[in-house]
């Protein structure tokens, strides 16, 4: 699991969503970057969160708090590699980063667990690829 957090420290330390032609994977709607002070860096989508800007800046703090508040127990209990929302009508999937956290919506045919595994199993070479458009 620790390549999930190194994937996702590559995707935001080479600015990954910054590129024209980056496809996202099938059944993934949005992805975004979500920085320390719980606002978005970057963010790429085929169809967005469909709430008031109000409340996406409200959300994105809840994600950011949520993954600091789980931080406090890493001795405990280890580091949190993923975390995986499941809400009625969609799914979320949150990876903590050196920055921040990637954070994911899924639409609800997608297998979430497929999707952390995708990513846990990319490698460098592979995020260079994805960056470039050429998908997963």
């Known amino acids: 699991m620790e390549s999930s957090i190194v994937m996702a420290q590559y995707m935001t330390s080479k600015d990954v969503f910054s590129h024209d032609k980056f496809v996202l994977p099938k059944g993934m709607e949005f992805a975004c970057i979500i920085n320390k002070q719980g606002r978005i860096e970057q963010s790429i989508f085929k169809n967005g969160i469909d709430i008031t800007e109000d409340k996406k800046e409200m959300f994105m703090m809840c994600v950011q708090l949520q993954n600091s508040m ?4 890493d001795d405990e209990f280890g ?11 969609t799914r979320f999937v949150s990876i903590p980063t050196h920055v921040g956290v990637l954070l994911a919506k899924l639409d609800k045919s997608a297998d979430p667990l497929a999707f952390v595994n995708k990513i846990t199993k990319m490698n460098p070479s592979k995020i260079r690829v994805l960056s470039m458009g050429l998908g997963l």
């Open 70 to 73: 789980q931080s406090d127990f």
């Open 79 to 89: 580091s949190v590699h993923y975390t995986i929302t499941e809400r009625e009508n």
